[in-house]
């Protein structure tokens, strides 16, 4: 008989083992057995009993930085990383792939709530739908289609509902105006002109609930400016308008360069979003193929905030909302006294931006920010690639309810979530 | 006459219903079966072979992908870019490739040490590939085919590699990483059933793909070390085992030689071959249901055959039993309906010398009753005349003794009542008056009858008893003629029980002995039953208790029983006695009941 057993367990083995009766010995390995497995069904039985209390969410890494994700509640919205006692929940773990919190709120019955929620970060989409296929996590969101169906069609105590994402997305490529190549209107205009879009689409968004964008707002936007550019896929355009600031391939080396400096910058982007992946490839292929030598970089979603915030990047495809006023504009189109990443520098935005920034009412807002959304549009701080208007809600239909609402199209928070089988 | 009951098994029906239902269901079972099994080996044969078609097809689209992998890169390691220095005619390339065909994860260019050149992978190139040693086949112009390893973040993967040559000389490598994800999305799509698995396994049994994803995340292990050999050794074939979970699956597999992984394609025997049951069920519950109808027929059908046998056995009892006017009704024109014709004409001719028969014994009766009363009646007259001549002779004295007179007179007056009744009693027996039939309740009668006789049985001792099971039994009968025998019979019984004792009076219907069926309303009779506990009747005399001027008793005729007898006889009835010597006698009258109206 063989039992894996540790410390004080191990000398009462060996202290009935040196029993001279058979007897003795067998009644020893029995109670030793017996008390081992009572154990393990109760560590098995605690360990379920604090993951039935917990709300296991899912992030992608490459999405979410994991200092930043937050946790409505009634008192407010709160950062779940970091330690803060005014916050409604206390921080129990935190780290880059796991943050576990723990409600404070008194009022709340633990049996029919959950009472602690744990954030689990996902290096790429693949290892979240693996987690999700085996149970591990009671929610998550994914992009893509073929990702919500391989969930359906795998485990049946999924939920996988189709919905807009809380705040319409879109996502961009965002250029350092401290580079000396992207500081120039022609190179990005040539840039934008260089993404074959139709082939992103085709190919790659055709199943995502996507739409093209041309500027920050997509046309749903009640502020939508008519009669921005469309920046259709142009490889002669986007090849003169480089030419006409001096960008040719001197060297024969297919890359362009002036004054023996080559046409090549790096792309920060989300690691593990196969999407986003593809996308970049294909920008790449593009770009490439104008004598742009693109370097992708992937990395996580806190790596990309730090070298955003350090300004130590050239582009950078992000994902982000803009909320409808120039405040938000400015947060990421500002000059460097704003704030913004880019040191976007440009007189008459600057000017517009302030002009609206007066105005109060959002009515009267709305000429000036379509104003400054032809100017975003025709200098081209940003390549404006699509807006998301659909995701994938996955929730672990067999542990909880009360977690949609359908009348409002999108999910409750976390803590209007409700236990299925509320125990003791 | 009662016949010993016969058996169930023994029954005519019984037999003809037995021989019927084996006739029929035999073959019909034995049909059913070979039908059965003849489909069920077809359907489970066409089940085996769309799974095995599946698993085969599966393997070849599998090889057909990566062999198309194969091909691309072969043909793209032939491109002037390849031995050219231009690394972003290079990048662009590789990038392309991966762009368009999903298949490759990513796609590298080595040169013959084994360092990266260029590369799709966005991380750190050196990183994604490991040659393990493939370099020097690979520099020596051999293709490379890695064995599928699961990556990081679970994907099964597998690495190509095509040699890049120039003039004959390999200068490089184009290594591409595989990403046979596809395959999951095939054996989904190859799922028999709602609890049908597919899947492709290496050749150490772990799932590469699986319908359940999850087997493959968790890296599990096919089980089926036969199947694994088989596979191993190039077979294809099905198989039945059972599982871990102890599920009796049926798994149809085909290998992938080049790749040498199996592919499976495997359901519940209970899923694959319900159909297959359940035809087997239809048939079988067909089978039961033909086999009831057959019987149902067969038992209705022997019915008909064995009904006029039943009548005629019927009949024959009832002549046998003294019913000589009964007849059995012809129920058809086969053989047991000539037979029923032949026996009415039998029992016509019986009835015919039983008639004749009676009448001779009648002749009889009445020469033995003349000399008898001849006999009875000469007495009195001597007697008569001795009392007249006396009478005369007084009659002559001077002086009449007239007490002595009157005594004459008296005698002869006697003798000639005497003489009267012997004639009336003659009468009544030489020519019976005829019958005053009135729709009687035999109780009643019985009862008025107790109710006259009580005061003279209850000084004796007698009680008198009722047992009336059907007290409303109405005959059609004369009521005054039934009522002198019933008196006769009663006085009999009184008559036996000098010491006191106890009189059973009972009414009920006659059940024949015969099945019912075959019985006909108008045999249907009442029995009047005497029962008493007197001193009973010798066995020898049981015969001749019926004859005129028979009897035992002191001063008894020998009139009332044979008159009794003579009466019922009219009613077309008969009288059947029991005795036992010292525990009393049994009379039953049996008079037949009114045919009731419809």
């Not at chain 1, 939920?159 to 879109?170: C, D, E, G, N, S």
């Not at chain 2, 008793?553 to 009288?575: D, N, P, R, Y």
Request: glycine letters at 6%.
């Amino acid at each position: 008989m063989r039992l894996n057993v540790k410390g004080r367990s191990r000398k009462l083995l060996r202290f009935f083992e040196r029993q001279k009766s058979r007897r003795a010995r067998i009644a020893g390995f029995v109670l030793l057995g017996g008390a081992q497995f009572l154990a393990t069904c109760a560590a098995a039985q605690t360990q379920r009993q604090l993951a039935r209390n917990t709300i296991i969410i899912g992030i992608l890494s490459g999405e979410s930085d994991y200092r930043l994700v937050e946790l409505a509640t009634p008192d407010g919205t709160f950062q779940i990383a970091g330690f803060g006692n005014s916050r409604p929940f206390e921080t129990i773990e935190s780290s880059p792939s796991r943050i576990l919190i723990r409600l404070k709120t008194e009022e709340r019955d633990d049996s029919i709530y959950p009472n602690k929620i744990e954030y689990r970060f996902f290096p790429n989409e693949r290892s979240l739908v693996t987690a999700i296929i085996l149970e591990e996590i009671d929610y998550a969101r994914v992009d893509g289609s073929a990702s919500a169906q391989e969930i359906s069609r795998h485990s049946r105590i999924y939920r996988v509902q189709p919905l807009p994402p809380p705040r319409y997305t879109i996502s961009l490529i965002l250029y350092n105006f401290s580079n000396n190549i992207l500081r120039s209107r022609n190179v990005r205009q040539a840039l934008a002109y260089g993404i074959n879009q139709d082939e992103i689409f085709k190919r790659i968004l055709s199943e995502s609930g996507a739409d093209m964008l041309r500027g920050p707002f997509d046309e749903d936007s009640k502020i939508y400016a008519p009669g921005m550019k469309d920046y259709d896929y142009d490889p002669k355009k986007a090849i003169a308008l480089l030419a006409s600031d001096g960008w040719r391939d001197t060297d024969r080396d297919n890359i362009l360069d002036r004054d023996g400096q080559p046409l090549r910058f790096r792309l920060f982007f989300s690691d593990g979003l196969s999407v986003e992946e593809q996308m970049i490839r294909q920008i790449k292929i593009d770009w490439l193929r104008l004598g742009i030598d693109v370097q992708p970089m992937p990395m996580t979603a806190s790596a990309l905030n730090d070298r955003l915030k350090n300004g130590d990047f050239d582009a950078v495809l992000q994902k982000h909302r803009f909320e409808e006023t120039p405040e938000s504009l400015e947060a990421f189109f500002g000059d460097g006294l704003g704030g913004g990443p880019l040191k976007y520098l440009n007189p008459n935005y600057n000017r517009t931006l302030a002009s609206s920034k007066r105005l109060k009412d959002s009515k009267a807002q709305t000429p000036s920010l379509q104003r400054l959304q032809l100017i975003l549009n025709e200098d081209q701080p940003a390549a404006y690639l699509y807006s998301q208007w659909n995701t994938y809600y996955i929730v672990n239909h067999a542990k909880f309810d009360n977690y949609l609402n359908l009348a409002a199209r999108q999910l409750r928070p976390f803590l209007e979530w409700r236990l299925k089988r509320p125990g003791p | 006459m009662n016949l010993p009951r016969i058996k169930i098994r023994d029954r005519l029906l019984t037999r003809l219903l037995v021989s019927h239902i084996f006739l029929v269901t035999v073959p019909l079972f034995l049909t059913g079966h070979i039908l059965t099994n003849t489909a069920q080996e077809a359907v489970e044969r066409t089940v085996l072979e769309r799974n095995l078609e599946f698993a085969r097809r599966s393997t070849a689209l599998i090889e057909s992908s990566v062999e198309k992998a194969r091909d691309i890169l072969r043909l793209s390691a032939q491109q002037p870019v390849f031995y050219s220095d231009d690394r972003i005619g290079k990048e662009l390339t590789i990038n392309s490739m991966v762009n368009e065909f999903s298949l490759f994860k990513m796609i590298a260019i080595l040169d013959t040490t084994g360092s990266v050149l260029a590369s799709t992978a966005y991380e750190d190139p050196d990183r994604s590939i490991t040659t393990n040693g493939s370099m020097l086949e690979l520099a020596k112009g051999q293709k490379h085919i890695s064995d599928v390893y699961v990556s990081k973040d679970l994907l099964p993967l597998m690495n190509l590699a095509e040699p890049i040559r120039l003039h004959n000389e390999v200068i490089g490598v184009l290594w591409a990483v595989v990403d046979l994800t596809a395959m999951w999305a095939l054996v989904d799509n190859n799922v028999v059933g709602e609890h049908g698995e597919a899947f492709i396994f290496r050749a150490d049994g772990q799932y590469i793909a699986h319908s359940d994803r999850r087997k493959v995340y968790m890296r599990s292990h096919f089980e089926e070390q036969d199947i694994i050999r088989a596979v191993a050794a190039d077979s294809s074939a099905h198989k039945v085992y059972v599982n871990r979970e102890g599920v009796e699956m049926i798994a149809a597999y085909a290998p992938m030689k080049e790749l040498n992984w199996g592919a499976v394609i495997q359901q519940p025997t209970s899923e694959a071959f319900a159909s297959a049951r359940k035809m087997r069920l239809q048939i079988l519950i067909l089978m039961i249901g033909s086999s009831a109808v057959a019987a149902l027929i067969a038992f209705f059908y022997t019915r008909q055959i064995v009904k006029p046998v039943q009548l005629l056995v019927s009949g024959i009892d009832r002549v046998a039993a003294g019913e000589l006017r009964q007849r059995i009704q012809i129920l058809g024109k086969d053989e047991i309906g000539q037979l029923a014709e032949r026996f009415n004409t039998m029992a016509a001719k019986l009835q015919e010398i039983q008639n004749k028969l009676k009448r001779t014994e009648r002749l009889e009766t009445l020469g033995k009753l003349s000399s008898v009363i001849s006999h009875e009646i000469r007495n009195p007259l001597n007697s008569m005349v001795i009392n007249m001549q006396l009478l005369r002779r007084e009659f002559a004295k001077p002086r009449r003794d007239l007490k002595k007179m009157e005594h004459y007179h008296q005698v002869v007056a006697s003798e000639i009542k005497r003489v009267d009744g012997l004639v009336s009693n003659f009468l009544l027996i030489a020519k019976p008056p005829k019958l005053e039939k009135t729709d009687c309740t035999l109780t009643k009668l019985l009862d008025e009858m107790i109710t006259v006789q009580m005061p003279n049985v209850l000084p004796k001792g007698i009680r008198v008893e009722r047992d009336y099971v059907d007290p409303a039994l109405t005959a059609h009968v004369d009521e005054k003629k039934l009522y002198q025998v019933f008196l006769n019979i009663f006085l009999n019984a009184v008559e036996a029980m000098q010491g006191g004792g106890r009189i059973v009076l009972g009414v009920r219907r006659h059940i024949p002995t015969i099945s019912s069926e075959g019985e006909d309303t108008e045999a249907l009779m009442a029995a009047v039953s005497f029962r008493d506990t007197g001193k009973g009747i010798p066995a020898e005399d049981l015969n001749r208790i019926f004859d005129f001027y028979y009897s035992k008793k002191e001063h008894g005729t020998g009139i009332g029983l044979s008159l009794a007898q003579q009466i019922v006889e009219e009613h077309s009835g008969f009288i059947r006695v029991k005795s036992r010597l010292g525990a009393g006698s049994e009379f039953t009258i049996f008079l037949p009941l009114r045919k009731p109206q419809s």
